[in-house]
């Protein structure tokens, strides 16, 4: 980069579109979610954490964001000091991951009428497990971009999935413990990626980086086949019930 204000235009239009993101939700009404009748008291988060579903949607979601910003995190700061690319190619690769991330969401809803949130996990759980084949077969830019752009598609599902998920394990008055429980085992995780990626790059270089993240990403496809065959069973269960 030239100029030391060469980044000062972007953060600028950022800028704009924060200030332009107040307004708008600032202007947003509330929506009105229905209550329980039950008189049921709340379950305690222990309970949740005891529940499978709620641990297999925590689980989609903070394996595609810790895996995600790990990566994220480390690859344009591979591609500049350990390979010498320009600025131009680090950053056509870093907007390509970005598009990837959120460019499906486009299509989400057709997505999991289409396929089921169980094919859905399973296709995000085998994209990141191509990021990690594309990461170490090569160096090249090529090799770079696809890796982000499998990334970014591969959070796109298994966070979604996730999200999901979440809203069957909960009931309406339990929402908030759960969501909050949720996002800070997800951001927290994530926020340990992010510290540690710089550090294990420097470290140990980029191929035992991107092979730290073989062990849970093979955990990631154990859970979704796990929990693929427990649906598949009591799908048949219930077919077997109505026919018996």
């Not at 990626?197 to 979704?224: D, K, R």
């Amino acid at each position: 980069v030239s100029s030391e204000h060469a980044f000062v235009g972007s953060y600028l239009v950022l800028a704009c579109l924060l200030i332009c993101a107040i307004f708008v939700v600032s202007n947003l009404d509330s929506m009105q979610v229905q209550e329980s009748q039950s008189q049921t008291a709340s379950r305690p988060l222990s309970y949740f954490f005891s529940s499978p579903f709620f641990l297999v949607a925590l689980s989609s979601g903070a394996v595609a964001y810790s895996v995600m910003t790990y990566l994220m995190t480390a690859s344009p700061l591979s591609m500049h000091s350990d390979h010498a690319y320009d600025m131009q190619a680090i950053k056509w690769v870093v907007q390509s991951h970005v598009l990837a991330m959120y460019v499906p969401s486009l299509f989400s809803a057709w997505l999991v009428a289409k396929l089921g949130i169980r094919a859905l996990m399973l296709i995000g759980t085998f994209l990141y497990v191509a990021v990690v084949a594309v990461s170490l077969t090569g160096h090249s830019v090529m090799h770079y971009w696809w890796a982000m752009v499998l990334l970014g598609v591969g959070w796109n599902f298994l966070y979604l999935c996730g999200t999901l998920l979440l809203t069957e394990v909960y009931r309406p008055e339990e929402r908030f413990k759960v969501q909050a429980v949720n996002d800070f085992g997800i951001f927290g995780i994530q926020a340990l990626a992010s510290l540690s990626a710089g550090v294990i790059l420097f470290s140990q270089g980029w191929s035992v980086l991107v092979s730290i993240t073989i062990p849970v990403i093979i955990l990631m496809l154990l859970i979704t086949i796990w929990y693929i065959s427990v649906v598949y069973k009591k799908q048949m269960t219930n077919v077997g019930e109505i026919h018996g």
